[in-house]
């Protein structure tokens, strides 16, 4: 069975799908829509998948968003590799809001984190040839795309790298503070 593990921040869920192993190798279901309904957030139907690959260890994506009314929801998991995934309250009425979660996925582990709207997210590659896999409850919409800049001493992640030894896109060094944030 499926094991659900939620946080002190209301939204975000980790998911531990139960794995059945045998001489064979491995099965699991990774997704099932009814069972993510019931028991994980009922309004939320995932409606694209996205694929990445990175090649570098330290390798950081994001943090990222989606604006409303195109605000996406997430669920990641790691195909080949691990990661350290983060979750970042963006919700400007959260009691949470700036805080974040932090877990590591990998292929091993099976782990998925789900990102629930209002929440910025982003990863670290935790070795070379990481793969990770998320299914996005709205469309890509490049005019409500937003980051928030993933090194802000306000948010307090504990990334496995430092500044120098990250490989970042020329996109994601310019998003701005948690405190330049215009929603």
Partial sequence: MTTIERFTIEGPALIHPKVHGDAR????????????????????????????????????????FQLEPRAQAKLVRVLRGAILDVAVDIRPSSPTFGQHVAVTLSAENHAQLYVPTGFAHGFCTLGPDTEVFYKTSDYYSPEHDRGLAWDDP??????PVGDTATTLSDRDRKHPRLADLAF
């Fill in 25 to 64: 190798g491995q099965f699991f279901e990774a997704f099932r829509q009814d069972l993510f309904q019931r028991d994980v957030d009922p309004a939320i139907a995932f409606v694209q998948d996205n694929q990445s690959l990175s090649r570098p260890a330290g390798t950081v994506r994001g943090l990222h």
């Fill in 154 to 159: 306000a948010l307090g992640i504990a990334w």
